[in-house]
C-alpha cells in the first residue's frame, strides 16, 4: 500500500533552516509529482511546493522542494524561517498529471505530517 512518511521538523530559531524529508513507498515514486502544504492552527491547509519546483509566493526565494527517485524520497529545504512558517507540513502524491498543482483534490495520498515550529 502507499504509504507517505515525513521526518525533519522540529524548533528553530527565526531565520534558521530546516530540511524536510518525505519517503514513499508502494508505488512507482518516480511516475508522480509529489507536494508540500502545511496546515497552521486554525487555518485551511496550504500549499508549499510541488515537483517539478514550483513554490507559494509566501516562500518563493526561501523554500525548495527536490526529489530523489533511487532514495523514492522527496525533500523540503527551508531557510530564513520566519515564526509565521510555523506549522504542521505534509507531503503528498499528486495523482493528476496536470499543472494545477496547489490544488489539494489533485493530491491523493498523504502523510501523517512533521511539525515546524519557528521562534521569534
Known amino acids: 500500500q502507499v504509504q507517505l512518511v515525513e521526518s525533519g521538523g522540529g524548533l528553530v530559531e527565526a531565520g534558521g533552516s530546516l530540511r524536510l524529508s518525505c519517503a514513499a513507498s508502494?508505488?512507482?515514486?518516480?511516475?508522480?509529482?509529489m507536494g508540500w502544504f502545511r496546515q497552521a492552527p486554525g487555518k485551511e491547509r496550504e500549499f508549499v511546493a510541488a515537483?517539478?519546483?514550483v513554490v507559494a509566493d509566501s516562500v518563493r526565494g526561501r523554500f525548495t522542494i527536490s526529489r530523489d527517485n533511487a532514495k523514492k524520497t522527496v525533500y523540503l529545504q527551508m531557510s530564513m524561517l520566519k515564526p509565521e512558517d510555523t506549522a504542521v507540513y505534509y507531503c503528498?502524491?499528486?495523482?493528476?498529471?496536470?499543472?494545477?498543482?496547489?490544488?489539494?483534490?489533485?493530491?491523493?495520498?498523504w502523510g501523517q505530517g512533521t511539525q515546524v515550529t519557528v521562534s521569534s
Open positions: 515537483i517539478p519546483g
Open positions: 508502494g508505488y512507482t515514486f518516480s511516475a508522480y509529482s
Open positions: 503528498a502524491r499528486k495523482l493528476w498529471t496536470d499543472s494545477a498543482y496547489s490544488d489539494r483534490l489533485r493530491y491523493d495520498y
